[in-house]
T-cell receptor
């Protein structure tokens, strides 16, 4: 898996956009970037993934730089229920095993 | 369509006892993965199984830990002679065949406490 680097923690006011960065400078051309989150005491939940184009779904948007060395997960209108640890992952091959780092702990506040 | 079911949610064992953790994958999912999460750490891959086959056990400790996914019934993670260091949350995930990491669905985990 490509090594990913994320800030350990971030705060965001409720209703504002949360922008979570991830560096993956060693990513290879065919490795996707995946984002998962883990709400306290629950199993991880898939959010979004992308290869080189920006992606959007009902949960979030993913912006990948043109050189693919970094990406940003955007939660457009953060709510208190978005408080969680967010993991950026770039698995190699068929992704039979995912490498979860320490992620970014996002705290959404009133 | 039930998600990945893990039981028990909480398990307390004395040192030296055996712990059995069960995981029923989502309907239609034939691949099962086990992960362990120590307090304040990220999830660590343990083992990847398909029906009746261990595909990758590179994350399993060499001793006391074993996993199976029989033809019928849930996947079982077995820890023999538990020690305090085995206390952790154990998560199971399942996926359909030939999917990327977006196809994973995780269960709610089993929290093992060794006293």
């Amino acid at each position: 898996d490509a090594k990913t680097t994320q800030p350990p923690s971030m705060d965001c006011a409720e209703g504002r956009a949360a922008n979570l960065p991830c560096n993956h400078s060693t990513i290879s051309g065919n490795e996707y970037v995946y984002w998962y989150r883990q709400i306290h005491s629950q199993g991880p939940q898939y959010i979004i993934h992308g290869l080189k184009n920006n992606e959007t779904n009902e949960m979030a948007s993913l912006i990948i730089t043109e050189d693919r060395k970094s990406s940003t997960l955007i939660l457009p209108h953060a709510t208190l229920r978005d408080t969680a640890v967010y993991y950026c992952i770039a698995p190699t091959g068929t992704a039979s095993k995912l490498t979860f780092g320490t992620g970014t702990r996002l705290q959404v506040t009133l | 369509n039930a998600g990945v079911m893990q039981n028990p949610r909480h398990l307390v064992r004395r040192r030296g006892q055996e712990a059995r953790l069960r995981c029923s994958p989502m309907k239609g999912h034939s691949h099962v993965y086990w992960y362990r999460q120590l307090p304040e750490e990220g999830l660590k891959f343990m083992v990847y199984l398909q029906k009746e086959n261990i595909i990758d056990e590179s994350g399993m400790p060499k001793e006391r830990f074993s996993a199976e996914f029989p033809k019928e019934g849930p996947s079982i993670l077995r820890i023999q002679q538990v020690v305090r260091g085995d206390s952790a949350a154990y998560f199971c995930a399942s996926s359909p065949p030939s999917t990327g990491a977006h196809g994973y669905t995780f269960g709610s985990g089993t929290r093992l406490t060794v006293v």
